[in-house]
């Protein structure tokens, strides 16, 4: 049986932006996948963004042409310029050629939208529903997720739960335990999507400080907040040795708020992944998709506001935080090894 899996290489643009599905590229085609992509220029505008649809379009034909009858394909979800005509399209060879299909899901584009018009919503929760319906698999992050798609009437039995994404690092960083009294926030740092961290002063304290990884970040550091540029992916987990990762969203200290915020209840954010491979424990909300996870595996702490954090610092011991460290240590190995997609992957073949 082959086995195929499909993605979109966008010039430049195929780079750290889109780590978690080179990292499954990468994976799958060494264990026996072949990465077929559909090549696009990069998009400038509206005119451009529907030439490149045409032609991703044009080549993802000739790309199932080339896929062997009874094969297995996957799909990374979302990409752009792909709508529901393509997964028609997949669906209509797939049946003629006996293929079995996959989705990897890494977004849920309708979740974004929970507390906007429910007219809206609904539209984006409807089209997005029947692109996935068109796969014989999916696999979700969550078990939260996965109870969403139920919900919107997938069928159950199509599901499986990926846990966490991996994150493949070359280079694996040692913790530096005298910097634990430290907490980490890397990824986008603008004001629009993550305003809490612009109200992080509020909580300075003589326990702990905040150190800053990411882009457009519109602040000055100072002696709480310490802002230290952007880093590529392969390269940040030498930066961020030590403390703890923090996986919030939002534009409130104490509680989540906001669209991006609630997602968290569905999402398995990229960056837990990048603290994971890094090796350093991470504090969640409480309320998150990942709190069961951080929990079960005694990976960090969940809490419901951060203004729990300067408790959390000022009991904690060198001995309990080495504890963390260790075992997140068994979760890394799984990261920067593959181990997830390839154990979802695995659970999917069995079905077929």
């Known amino acids: ?70 094969s297995v394909l996957i799909f990374q979800y979302p990409i752009d310029l792909i709508s529901n005509k393509y997964a ?24 974004h939208n929970i507390n906007k018009l429910a007219s809206i919503y609904y539209k984006n929760m409807k089209m997005e529903i029947k692109f996935f319906d068109k796969f014989d698999f999916l696999i979700s992050h969550n078990d939260s997720m996965s109870k969403y798609l139920i919900e919107q009437g997938i069928n159950k039995n199509k599901i499986t739960n990926l846990e966490i994404f991996d ?22 740092l603008s004001e629009w999507k993550s305003g809490y961290i612009y109200l992080q002063e509020e909580l300075k304290n003589n326990y702990y400080n905040i150190e800053l990884f990411g882009v ?4 000055e550091s100072s002696e709480f907040v310490k802002y230290n540029g952007k880093f590529k ?9 030590f403390g703890f990762g923090l996986i919030w969203d939002g534009q409130s200290i ?38 069961s996870f951080v929990e079960k595996n005694k990976v960090g702490y969940t809490v419901n506001s951060l203004y729990e954090l300067e408790d959390i610092f000022k009991k904690m011991t060198k001995e309990e935080y080495e504890i963390l460290v260790n075992n997140v240590k068994k979760i ?12 979802a992957v695995e659970k999917v073949l069995e079905k077929i």
């Open 254 to 291: 104490d509680k989540i708020s906001g669209l991006f915020g609630e997602y968290l209840r569905y999402n398995n954010p990229h960056k837990f992944s990048l603290y994971m491979a890094t090796g350093i424990p991470v504090i969640v909300w409480k309320e998150s998709a990942l709190a």
């Open 332 to 343: 890394q190995n799984k990261v920067i090894n593959g181990e997830y997609i390839l154990t």
């Open 216 to 219: 457009e970040y519109t602040r």
């Open 88 to 111: 028609r399209k997949i669906k209509k060879f797939s049946k003629k050629k006996n293929i079995k299909t996959i989705c990897i899901i890494h977004d849920i584009n309708a979740l």
């Open 233 to 241: 992916s392969d390269e940040l987990p030498l930066h961020i040795n």
């Open 1 to 70: 049986m082959k086995k195929y899996v499909i993605d979109i290489k966008q010039g430049e643009f195929y780079n750290a932006g889109f780590k978690a599905k080179i990292d499954i590229d990468d994976i799958l085609s060494k264990n026996e996948f072949e990465t077929l992509f559909l090549k696009i220029n990069t998009a400038n505008n509206m005119k451009d963004r529907i030439k490149n649809s045409i032609s991703a379009y044009k080549q993802l034909k000739k790309v199932l042409k080339q896929i062997e009858n009874d």
């Open 167 to 188: 994150y493949i690092i070359n280079d694996i960083p040692k913790i530096d335990i005298d910097k634990r009294n430290k907490i980490i926030i890397a990824g986008n």
